[in-house]
């Protein structure tokens, strides 16, 4: 599976720390930025990262913001894209089973990289449970 990662400078830190712990397991995440520590405009590192999904350059993304706020209301501003932050360990899974969340956001000010690595685990283990969950995800496009 591809995944792509990207982050303003809030998630400067944490994005370096997840491409870490992934590279450790084997698994490269496609970096798309941001490339340094400088100040930068999250909607544009979601811009990025959303068109990666939405061309099929990738399967699923993480982005990271300080908080992860504002980079997640940014992606969900794209149609097809259900971007998630994974607050706790349900919500990871839920947000798989039941919306489908093709991004994970994280906040690299306000979340501690331990949570956020088994949080970015279940969230890539857990497939979506379709049914009458399908019908609702579907009517967020329309
Ligand atoms: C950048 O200072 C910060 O506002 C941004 O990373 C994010 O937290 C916005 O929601």
Redesign the pocket.
């Known amino acids: 599976m591809q995944i792509a990662i990207a982050s303003?400078?809030?998630?400067w830190n944490l994005k370096a720390e997840l491409i870490e712990y992934y590279k450790n397991k084997g698994i490269e995440l496609q970096d798309m930025g941001t490339y340094s520590s400088d100040s930068c405009d999250?909607p544009d590192i979601a811009e990025t990262l959303c068109q990666a999904i939405l061309n099929k350059k990738a399967e699923k993304g993480i982005l990271v913001?300080?908080?992860g706020?504002?980079?997640s209301i940014a992606a969900n501003r794209h149609k097809g894209i259900r971007a998630a932050v994974l607050y706790d360990d349900d919500v990871a899974r839920l947000a798989r089973e039941h919306n489908d969340a093709n991004i994970a956001v994280f906040g690299g000010?306000t979340m501690k990289k331990e949570d956020v690595f088994r949080r970015m685990d279940i969230f890539l283990k857990t497939d979506f449970l379709g049914d009458r969950h399908l019908r609702r995800i579907q009517k967020l496009d329309k």
């Open positions: 303003d400078h809030g998630g999250y913001c300080g908080t706020i504002g980079i000010r």
